[in-house]
């Protein structure tokens, strides 16, 4: 079943997109934006772990500049842009922590609630990962990642990353950064030959059908694994 629900924070309350398993109780996985807002990425994406068990939730993370807003890669990308470097990291990661409190408290949820997001949802899933700590984290190449890790000892809960070989927004440098500072903390790190940024992203201009199905399928083993174990 597919829906919303308000997440209400002392800043005041805003949309996220939810979709239900058919057997609940359940856990739940927190879906965090890209650049373009709750769009049918992100709900396509949500509709998918409905499938596999997990209740999802994806907040609307611009409500405080352009609130419900749904952007294509296509045609809105400077509007994407200008959007994402206007945002308060810092309020943005609270709204999250927001969004999972609320989540855990839902009496068809188990208590157990993983986070996962794409660019910059993957950057956010590791800041959670590193401020509050996380039952589950999972990053899908996470841009700007390689700007905090100063925080990783923080670092509090199983986190497993997605990284493109050829990502254009994160570059070989920055991902070796990443993997030599997190990977000796336990951090689960795949790296996919040949990808672009966004190869996940559901009929992207970058998508990868074969690495996608890779991904998410270590995705929703991770989840299983750490959510239900």
């Known amino acids: 079943m597919n829906s919303s629900i308000d997440i209400v924070t002392p800043d005041g309350s805003f949309y996220a997109y939810l979709a239900e398993p058919k057997a609940i109780p359940a856990p739940a996985v927190v879906v965090l934006q890209e650049a373009f807002g709750v769009n049918e990425d992100l709900r396509a994406t949500c509709d998918e772990l409905a499938t596999k068990g997990f209740i999802a939730v994806c907040p609307d993370l611009y409500w405080r500049q352009e609130p419900m807003l749904q952007l294509s890669e296509k045609t809105d990308w400077p509007r994407a842009v200008a959007l994402y470097q206007a945002l308060n990291i810092d309020k943005t990661v609270a709204d999250v922590q927001a969004t999972v409190d609320q989540t ?7 208590g157990k609630v993983g986070v996962m997001g794409f660019c910059l949802g993957g950057l956010l899933t ?6 509050g700590g996380v039952d ?7 841009g700007r990642t390689e700007e905090f ?5 923080g670092l509090s809960g199983p986190l ?6 050829l990502d254009e927004f994160i ?5 070796v950064a990443i993997r030599e500072e997190l990977a000796p903390k336990g951090v689960e ?3 996919y030959p040949g990808c672009s940024h966004a190869f996940a992203r559901h009929q992207g201009m970058h998508y990868d059908a ?3 199905s890779q991904a998410n399928a270590r995705t929703v083993a991770f989840f299983q694994n750490h959510l239900r174990g």
């Open 210 to 212: 074969e690495a996608a």
């Open 160 to 165: 497993l990353m997605h990284l493109g070989e």
């Open 189 to 191: 790190i795949h790296t």
């Open 171 to 175: 570059s070989t440098t920055a991902q």
């Open 104 to 110: 855990r408290a839902m009496i068809w949820c188990t």
């Open 149 to 153: 890790l100063s925080e990783s000892p």
């Open 126 to 131: 590791y800041l959670m990962a590193v401020r």
């Open 136 to 142: 589950a984290g999972v990053c899908y190449y996470g």
